[in-house]
């Protein structure tokens, strides 16, 4: 598909956990060819179920229908190795908050791409700048920040580096929009805007419900019905995940030293007991 000067046909998704099944659904949604990348079959066929799921339930809502859902997942195919990507106009980073991971995945893309494709990180905190020089072509590497459900959420951070060509922004924009999503640009700074903005309320809502001064219930009722949000900070957080939700504030800590960011003791308890929200089963809510 053309958007800007650029010509952006296949895409490929290294990491189809919860976001990255979700951009995986939502290009193949809007004609364009995915593949997604995982690190076994296992992992595949988690992806595979997830896309499958989501769709199904997109269907059983009349938002598709069936034959528009098998041509969905026509569309994506499924590689165990980053050699999958060499045909890939633009391929997106989602594997774990990990900054080693991230930079090794940069670092092997270089001999497997094509040299004009774009290559994104829908990393929530981290410095894609610091990823970006694992990558011998930093200029061609740009952050693409999608919101939790990316079928749903109509707004993707662009986060330009110092060093990413204007071009990269531009064309990853156009993209972007041909996606029916509302892209932002903005620089490189822990937790981007939205975020940054974020998580300083809902690790205060878990410092509410650690001191026992309300109910889970109550405190996610606060928001919702009191100021409108569609969700409670703590239904929200076992959405995000709470493993991905600890490392946010962990490296916006770091980086801001902002006692706002400092991760609620509990947080990290519940992630090492496994409570990591709707994808284990439970969180602060039960999902079983
Ligand atoms: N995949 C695809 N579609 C989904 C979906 C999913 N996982 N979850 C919900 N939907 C769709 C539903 O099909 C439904 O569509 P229609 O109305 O067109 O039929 C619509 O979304 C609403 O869903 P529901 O009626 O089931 O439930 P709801 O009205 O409570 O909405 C919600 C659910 C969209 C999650 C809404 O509660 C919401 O927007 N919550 C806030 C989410 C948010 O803040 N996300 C940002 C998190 S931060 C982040 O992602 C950044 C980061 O780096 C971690």
């Known amino acids: 598909m053309s958007t800007g000067t650029r010509e952006f046909k296949t895409i490929g998704v ?4 919860t976001m990255g099944a979700g951009i995986a659904e939502v290009f193949a ?8 990348v995982e690190v076994d079959e296992d992992g595949i066929t988690k992806g595979r179920q997830h896309l499958e799921g989501s769709t199904a339930r997109a269907v059983k809502r009349g938002k598709l229908t069936e ?38 995945i940069f670092a092997d893309l270089e001999a497997v791409v094509k040299p004009t494709a774009v290559l994104a990180t829908n990393t929530s905190s981290l410095s894609v700048t610091e990823i970006s020089t694992a990558n011998a072509s930093p200029g061609r590497v740009v952050g693409v920040h999608f919101f939790n459900p990316a079928p749903v959420q109509g707004f993707v951070e662009v986060v330009r580096t110092v060093v990413t060509e204007p071009s990269v ?12 999503k509302n892209p932002v640009v903005c620089g490189d700074k822990a937790g981007f805007i939205a975020n940054t903005l974020l998580f300083g309320y809902l690790n205060h809502a878990v410092s509410m419900y650690e001191n026992r001064y309300a ?6 009722a606060a928001m919702r019905f009191g100021c409108g949000y569609p969700m409670g900070p703590l239904a929200l957080l076992d959405l995000i995940g709470l493993d991905t939700a600890y490392e946010i504030l962990e490296t916006m800590y770091r980086q801001g030293r902002d006692r706002l960011h400092a991760p609620a003791p509990i947080l990290k308890q519940m992630v ?5 929200g709707r994808k284990s089963g439970r969180g602060f ?3 079983e």
């Open 14 to 17: 290294i990491g189809l956990g």
């Open 29 to 36: 949604r809007h004609g364009y060819d995915v593949v997604g």
């Open 67 to 104: 034959e528009e859902q098998t041509e969905l997942l026509g569309r994506v195919s499924f590689a165990t190795s980053l050699s999958g990507l060499a045909d890939a106009d633009l391929v997106v980073e989602a594997v774990v908050e990990s900054l080693a991971v991230k930079k090794q």
């Open 169 to 180: 922004v531009e064309d990853v924009s156009a993209l972007v929009r041909t996606l029916g």
């Open 215 to 220: 109910s889970r219930e109550d405190i996610d």
């Open 272 to 276: 090492t007991a496994g409570l990591l």
């Open 285 to 287: 809510y039960s999902y």
